[in-house]
């Protein structure tokens, strides 16, 4: 089964709108983290937020949220007020076994090509 | 300004060929990782290391071998190059410390064409 699943190929949002980028994951471990990664032409992988499994509040990061539904097993990406520099494909992904120490691999989806139009 | 460098950043080799994809990181990072990335598919694992001379196998290990004899160092050996290796190899390292919120660091990537 896929640990991390993005179901959205592409998407396109107005400048100065807000757009949710899709998420859901799978695990049987209590202890986890999520992340978002932003990944432009460029190449380079930019770390956006993360999410423990712990944390009771949704994270935010400037104007990126992450929309955290545990029991729904849901990390949703929002950014608010799009620019047309959030032109990139975004990658969710996932780091289990937080608590037993591991080596902490992290599981990436597919990802979304985000596309902001003017 | 925390650093994870990658030998080549475009490489074409022919089939059959051995080849070294080196990774270096400047942060006394313990955990390193190779990933490939294809369109449509994301990042696939192929191995990672969580100290010297450690490694395990990722979600496609098959036809790549990895080598860490240093802690700052990691390297993805190819052994006989064949076209369906073709792809861009992104190497990432991170820490152990305490925090759980330590993400991953990237280096700028290695397209690699196999012909």
């Known amino acids: 089964a896929q640990k991390i699943t993005q179901t959205q190929p592409g998407m396109f949002v107005q400048e100065k709108e807000a757009v949710t980028l899709d998420c859901t994951y799978d695990?049987?471990?209590?202890?986890?983290?999520l992340f978002w990664y932003k990944q432009p032409s460029s190449g380079e992988m930019i770390f956006l937020i993360y999410?423990?499994?712990?944390?009771?509040q949704n994270a935010t990061e400037g104007r990126y949220s992450l929309n955290f539904q545990k029991a729904r097993k849901s990390a949703n990406l929002v950014i608010s007020a799009s620019q047309l520099g959030d032109s990139a494909m975004y990658f969710c992904?996932?780091?289990?076994?937080?608590?037993?120490?591991?080596?902490?691999?992290?599981?990436f989806g597919s990802g979304t090509q985000l596309t902001v139009l003017p | 300004d925390v650093k994870v460098t990658q030998s080549s950043r475009y490489l074409v080799k022919r089939t059959g060929e051995k080849v070294f994809l080196e990774c270096v990181q400047d942060?006394?990072?313990?955990?390193m990782f190779w990933y490939r990335q294809d369109p449509g598919l994301g990042l696939r694992l192929i191995y990672f290391?969580?100290?010297?001379?450690?490694?395990e196998k990722g979600d496609i290990p098959e036809g790549y071998s990895v080598s860490r004899e240093k802690k700052e160092r990691f390297s993805l050996i190819l052994e006989s190059a064949s076209t369906n290796q073709t792809s861009m190899y992104l190497c990432?390292?991170?820490?152990?410390?305490?925090?759980?919120?330590?993400?991953?660091?990237f280096g700028q990537g290695t397209r690699l064409t196999v012909v």
């Open positions: 990432a390292s991170s820490s152990n410390r305490a925090r759980t919120d330590t993400e991953a660091f």
């Open positions: 695990t049987s471990d209590q202890s986890y983290g």
């Open positions: 999410q423990g499994s712990y944390d009771e």
């Open positions: 992904a996932m780091r289990e076994g937080l608590a037993s120490g591991s080596a902490r691999q992290l599981t």
């Open positions: 942060m006394d990072h313990e955990n």
């Open positions: 290391s969580y100290d010297v001379k450690m490694k």
